[in-house]
């Protein structure tokens, strides 16, 4: 299939401290809808986040899982914290993490992350990156 391409959108909160990453983290499971956890974790990465994505809802911007583009024999890296974006690879594979559902805490040197698939492209999931899929 010429121009396949998986990819999902993640946002999070990173804070220092655990007690804080589970306060979030309950405050924002109390929502029952899966686009209302996304704004609800928008709203509080605005205000709690130590990262700068912060600005932007804690958007970390556009993961490629899986695409058919032959020369590719590896993912391209997207996040600056290559352990965080490990993570949600990992994550992935093992059908930890799901649209709309938070993931998390998990440590990385940053702090405390709580992250979320707010958008996903592409037909089928893909648990790993493919490379080609022709």
Known sequence: ???????????????????????????????????????????????????????????????????????????????ENRELEDLIRDAVKKMLINRGELYGPVETKQGHHLLIISNEFGAERSTEFTGSAL
């Open 1 to 79: 299939m010429v121009g396949f391409s998986h990819q999902i959108q993640v946002r999070h909160i990173v804070v220092d401290k655990p007690e804080v990453a589970e306060l979030l983290k309950s405050t924002i499971n109390e929502v029952k809808t899966a686009t209302g956890r996304v704004k609800m974790l928008m709203r509080l990465a605005e205000k709690y986040s130590l990262c700068p994505s912060k600005e932007d809802g804690g958007n970390l911007g556009w993961i490629v899982l899986a695409e058919d583009d032959p020369r590719k024999k590896a993912p391209d890296p997207v996040l």
